[in-house]
């Protein structure tokens, strides 16, 4: 039922991306999302995508994985394609449909954005692939952490975080659960009229939302009653390990920076 | 109405690395009216085994046949509709499923959806709750307040409203004491006797299957390994020992019994009191000798 969403979604394997550390990783999306503005030449565009493909070969993802789960994107970046195609009005005019012009302006802004959200979201879900939730959060704690001098809570945040993510998988097997409990009672959830697919949705929030609540108060009593009480002085099971891979990609990746850099018009 | 499973596989999320064989060649037929138990352990392929008899799940390959209606990998949608009104799904812990403001309109959903005379069934409600164990004085109530037994039992009579001629059981006693497993239970045989659906128990107990089904089918790793009559089945002590698999303590000493004295139990349903009756007869008949 949602075998088609990817994002967010963690695939167990061996690959050099897997074997960095989710640091790295994190600081290496972080760059690229900013460079990836800067860029405005097909040059640019050409080297980002050379490097998407070496990526791609480092991260041992199957090609068929990624297709699917970029699947739903393809819709948003047509769709701005468009939009600039449409609205942008400069340059010369390349040809006309009726009464649409497209001008040259419009077709070159129109692939760029679509190129830059095709690659924003491609090397964001291979950072969720590749890392497991729990080393991303660690990660992001650490990363936070030199702001708890200005009253920032990164230790709660991150454990906030990690219960969040920790359930999806939990609320997503509750959710197909209900739904097929409810479907075995008659309900319709995808045909009928608008009133019967609102009960159908109804027959189905309650349940979820009633043990939601019931899980989390178990959850806060069980974490108290093991002494819980914040991060302060807590040591971890798990230790992030900085390893060459990490530094060797870290200046790859400011090198890659400094050479857009050079490409731009 | 007769269930058939021919050649029945089923994968799930097909084309993924996540890609799991959970049924593998399955053949299988359940009579009309008749009680017949799935036992296996947890992820043999229990649950995803019966939920192809209401369409929720749909077979990889191979047809399940319910009634006169064919489900195949391309199956209409209309056309599961049409058999899933037959069919009445207790899922393990049923009461997550309850969600109306009164116990009454919740019992109502199942009907109203599978298009049935409502203004009828409403009128039978009191007596159903009885059926369950429940008073009638409960219809007002919300489901949300009543105590954890109550709900379940609420939750049952929700799919017994539409009086299914299929009635599939997953586990229905699960997380329940001995006690309310008992009476969970008889529920169902009453209920069995009275109405006489085609009913399908999946459990990983024995005991349950030992006293209710007449016939049994084995399941491990994605495929049926045994099947037969519960005598038959207890037969092979050491194939279920394999399969995590513990004979009833019941039929274990009956067995034993009848090993030390000679005796030959007629079935291994007997009550202590009426094994031993049967076995005082026995010797009074001179038929064993007395030990």
Known sequence: MFENVIIGQYLPGRSFLHHMDPR???????FLIIVIFLVNSWNGYALFGAA???VYFLSGVPFRYIRKGMFPVFILVILTFFLHAFFTREGDILFSVGVFSFY??????GLFISLRLLLLVYFTSLLTLTTSPIDLTDALEQMFSPLERFKFPAYDVAMMMSIAIRFIPTLLQETEKIIKAQTARGADFNKGSMRDRMQAFVSLLVPLFVRAFRRAEDLAYAMEARGYNGGEGRTKLRLLVWGWRDTLCCVLIAAFGVVLLFLRQ | MDVNFQNVSHVYMKKTPFETLALKNINACFRSSSVTAVIGRTGSGKSTLVQHINGLLKPSAGVVTVGGHRLEARTKRKMVKTVRSHVGMVFQYPEHQ???????KDLLFGPKNKG????EIQKKLPELLQQVG??????????????????????????????PEILILDEPTAGLDPQGQKEILELFMNWQRAYQPTTIMITHQMEEAAAFAEYMYVMEDAEIKMQGEPEA???QREKLQEMDLDIPEQVQVLQQIERDSGIRFPHYKLSPAEAADYWEHAVQNGDVPYV
């Not at chain 1, 790295?24 to 972080?30: D, F």
């Not at chain 1, 040259?104 to 802004?109: F, N």
């Not at chain 2, 049935?116 to 203004?119: F, L, N």
């Open chain 1, 24 to 30: 790295a990783k994190i600081a290496a999306v972080l």
């Open chain 1, 52 to 54: 998407a493909i070496a």
């Open chain 1, 104 to 109: 040259e302006e419009g077709i070159r802004q």
């Open chain 2, 98 to 104: 309850l969600f109306e403001e009164t116990v009454e």
């Open chain 2, 116 to 119: 049935m005379d409502v203004a």
């Open chain 2, 134 to 163: 429940l008073s009638e004085t409960l219809l007002e109530r919300s489901p949300f307040e009543l105590s954890g037994g109550q709900m379940r039992r609420v939750a049952i009579a929700g799919v017994l409203a539409t009086n």
């Open chain 2, 233 to 235: 089945i207890y037969a």
